[in-house]
């Protein structure tokens, strides 16, 4: 019997490459909340405000992003083997939660506001809604690339977008406001932005309950897997095959391989260990693989042991 594993170097969580770019889209999206308030109260404009509270909500779920990375680095211990990695996840999962909340309120208020819509400056919120949708465009192009990577980068990069369907909202219920007069234009925007952030987040939130519930890998299918192990010369069976993610970008895998006699001698083990390796890296997006080599009868052993 033996055990083997293979596993990447790494340099940090999917998240932490992007950290730079989080901290960008933090500092705009503060200026621009406190530039919206400002905006908001000059132009006696709810939607403003209340766009302003939604960047405050932003600016909180881009400030955990930041902090889940800062824990995440935090070296292995003892009693914390992987580290504080998965801290990034319960990140993304709080960025849900705040996503959600904002989507209820968003329907509170503009159901609210059916019945008794405000007026407003239709010119002054036009052009503080453009200077916002201008800072979250600015935002969402620095975090486009690692919201492919990360969950935690993800929810932030969701956070932004959902502000910027707002200040598009905010810029089109002004321009009908303007023309028209017709004050329901604004809670109507505020109905179709929440019916679009709550579908996106239901399914970041799927994504990271897999992750904290120890779903397989997305992408890796655990019937391949087997089939892949199995066509290897000299495994004859596989059993308590588990693969689960960390956190993002760390996919890790474990299985007990039986193997014939002849590949316990000397050198057949190395040799076995190094097929195993390179078939899952070859065919599957795995950082950490854990394999136990055991010959026939070692698992009814340990059924026994139980």
Known sequence: ????????????????????????????TLTVMVAEIVGGVLANSLALIADAAHMATDALGLGLALLAI??????????????????????????????LGVGGYVLFEAVGRFFAPADTEGGLTIVFGAV?????????ALLMRGQRESLNVRGAFLEVFADALGSVAVIVSAVLVLTTGWRAADPLAS????????????????????????????????????RHLL???????????????????????SAHVVVDPGVL??????????????????HFDVAHCTFQLEPAGHAAHERLDC
Request: proline letters at 5%.
């Open 265 to 282: 001698d000397t050198g057949g083990h190395d040799r076995m260990l190094h097929a195993l390796q390179d078939c899952l890296g070859g």
């Open 132 to 140: 916002g949708l201008a800072a979250n465009l600015v935002s969402m």
């Open 1 to 28: 019997m033996g055990a083997g594993h293979a596993h990447g170097a790494r340099g940090g969580t999917a998240a932490a490459a992007h950290r730079g770019r989080l901290r960008v889209a933090l500092a705009l």
């Open 191 to 226: 109905v179709v932005i929440a019916l679009m952030i709550v579908p996106r987040t239901v399914g970041l939130l799927r994504e990271t309950l897999d992750v904290l519930l120890e779903a397989a890998p997305k992408g890796v299918d655990m019937a391949e897997v087997r």
């Open 70 to 99: 800062h824990v995440a680095a935090r070296p292995p211990s003892p009693g914390r083997t992987f580290g504080l990695a998965r801290a990034e996840i319960l990140a993304a999962l709080a960025n849900c939660l705040l996503l």
């Open 231 to 253: 066509a290897l010369p000299g495994v004859a069976d596989v059993h308590d095959l588990h693969a689960w993610t960390i956190t993002s970008g760390l996919p890790v895998l």
